[in-house]
C-alpha cells in the first residue's frame, strides 16, 4: 500500500499560527482581483507584449512587427492591458507608445520570467 508523503497524518491545530495568517488574510475582493491579474498576464500574447515593453517603449506597429502580429491584434490586446492598469500610454504627434505601468508591473514581470528561466 502506497502512502502519499505528501498529507499531514496529524490533527493538530497550530493556534498561534493560524491565528497570525488570520490576522493578516485579506479580504475576498483582493483575492479575485489579484486572481485577474494573473489571469490577465497568463496569456502567452500578452506576456509576449509584456517582454517587449520590458525591454522598451514601443508603439503598435513595432509590437506588431516584433510579435509578427497584425497591428489589429496587438491594439486589442494593448487595450486589455491598458484597461487592466498593467500598461500605459502617451502621445506623441499621430504615434501612441506603451510602456510597462509601474515598478510594481515590472518587478511582477521580471521576477516571473527569472523564476521560469532558473527552473530551466
Given at each position: 500500500?502506497?502512502?502519499n ?65 497584425t ?17 500605459k ?5 499621430k ?23 532558473h527552473?530551466?
Amino acid at each position: 500500500m502506497s502512502r502519499n508523503e505528501f498529507t499531514c497524518d496529524c490533527n493538530i491545530i497550530h493556534e498561534d499560527i493560524v491565528n497570525k495568517v488570520l490576522e493578516k488574510i485579506p479580504k475576498d475582493i483582493t483575492f479575485s482581483q489579484l486572481a485577474k491579474l494573473f489571469k490577465l498576464i497568463g496569456d502567452t500574447t500578452r506576456c509576449k507584449i509584456l517582454f517587449a515593453l520590458d525591454q522598451d517603449e514601443m508603439c503598435v506597429c513595432d509590437l506588431a512587427n516584433v510579435l509578427n502580429m497584425t497591428k489589429s491584434s496587438v491594439s486589442h490586446q494593448l487595450a486589455t492591458l491598458r484597461e487592466s492598469g498593467i500598461v500605459k500610454c502617451r502621445r506623441s504627434g499621430k504615434e501612441v507608445y506603451y510602456t510597462l505601468d509601474d515598478d510594481h508591473i515590472v518587478k511582477l514581470f521580471e521576477i516571473g520570467l527569472e523564476h521560469i528561466n532558473h527552473k530551466n
